[in-house]
């Protein structure tokens, strides 16, 4: 549980604003239900479930934009409705639902969020003088007031969001091609396999590795070899389909994951690439080959024996002359279509 939460932000964010909404509100949804205050008692009892209701969902499904977009939903409308019933009393919830709100959602939403609240207390105030604010200057007052709390929760909220993505993105990405790394190619095999064992859904993959990559680098410097590199990843890049995921795992050798696709496929896929590099890769010393080995993910296999699979292809490919693709056959139990 606790790794999930170190490795979730989001879902940590949700769990964390989940106990505090529950132990801060069921003390005041009790207190106004015992007074008679049913209007508002019931408004935080639905927040309370609400929020129950929501972190389960989160830890059940992975899926955290869903219950953060609705617990931002739910709160806004809560506060509102309290804060319109209780007057000024009610107002000082407003403040932790900005913070609430920034954290759940983007920041967009939650400005959008926000202004819709004030908007509602505002106008209801000035429809039925006296029922939120005492007087005009208490409200504006208060505006400036979640003026100020909203842009500085904002620049933080920003700053924190753009912040963890870039270091979600140098965690996964090959800080040279751009490709990602060998971190996240486990990962993604992890789930191609898990895929396949669930949905039926089918995967190859082309264990990729440049030729005499070693001759570029010892005659012309790391920086020509690094060009090169560079060059050949927007080279599949270019000619591989969106859904496909390039990774690169060792110095010259990568890794490129096709999903929904066969064994006819996979081999006219390896086919393109290598004549694409063959074309148009160029390095100081002349045109840059590619040697390609493939397989498609067997029923029941785990990803490490396919990545082999793939890898002693690739090795097949390079002891027979380089530049070309040798595919592994599917096996006989493979051949009929997965329901």
């Given at each position: 549980m606790f790794k999930r939460l170190r490795n979730d932000f989001q879902l940590s964010i949700i769990t964390l604003m989940g106990i505090i909404g529950v132990?801060?509100?069921?003390?005041?949804?009790?207190?106004?239900?015992?007074?008679?205050?049913?209007?508002?008692?019931?408004?935080?009892?639905?927040?309370?479930?609400?929020?129950?209701?929501?972190?389960?969902?989160?830890?059940?499904?992975?899926?955290?934009?869903?219950?953060?977009?609705?617990?931002?939903?739910?709160?806004s409308v809560g506060a509102t409705l309290i804060a319109i019933n209780l007057g000024v009393n009610g107002l000082f919830w407003i403040y932790p639902l900005i913070l609430f709100n920034f954290f759940m959602v983007s920041p967009g939403k939650a400005i959008a969020a926000t202004l819709l609240v004030l908007a509602s207390l505002v106008g209801h105030a000035l429809w039925v003088p006296g029922s939120v604010f005492d007087s005009h200057y208490q409200m504006v007052s208060f505006l400036v007031t979640n003026a100020m709390a909203g842009v500085l929760t904002f620049i933080f909220a920003y700053r924190t969001r753009t912040q963890r993505e870039q270091l979600q993105l140098l965690a996964i990405q090959d800080p040279l091609t751009g490709a990602r790394n060998r971190r996240a190619m486990n990962e993604e095999l992890k789930i191609a396999v898990s895929s396949k064992r669930r949905h039926g859904r089918s995967y190859g993959v082309l264990a990729m590795d440049l030729d005499h990559f070693k001759l570029v680098n010892d005659r012309y410097g790391h920086q020509a070899g690094d060009q090169v590199l560079i060059d050949y990843v927007k080279l599949i890049r270019n000619c591989s389909r969106q859904e496909d995921r390039l990774f690169r795992f060792g110095g010259e050798e990568f890794l490129l994951l096709l999903p929904d696709t066969d064994t006819l496929g996979l081999e006219a896929a390896a086919q393109n690439l290598l004549e694409t590099v063959r074309d148009n890769l160029r390095g100081p010393g002349g045109p840059v080959t590619v040697s390609i080995g493939g397989a498609m993910l067997r029923s029941g296999e785990p990803w490490g024996q396919w990545l082999q699979r793939a890898d002693q292809c690739l090795y097949r490919a390079k002891s027979e002359g380089r530049n070309r693709t040798i595919i592994d056959r599917p096996a006989v139990n493979d051949l009929a279509p997965s329901h």
């Open positions: 132990l801060g509100i069921t003390p005041y949804a009790a207190y106004r239900l015992l007074h008679g205050n049913l209007l508002v008692g019931i408004a935080d009892c639905v927040i309370v479930l609400s929020t129950l209701a929501a972190v389960i969902y989160a830890w059940r499904t992975g899926d955290t934009e869903k219950p953060g977009l609705y617990l931002a939903a739910v709160f």
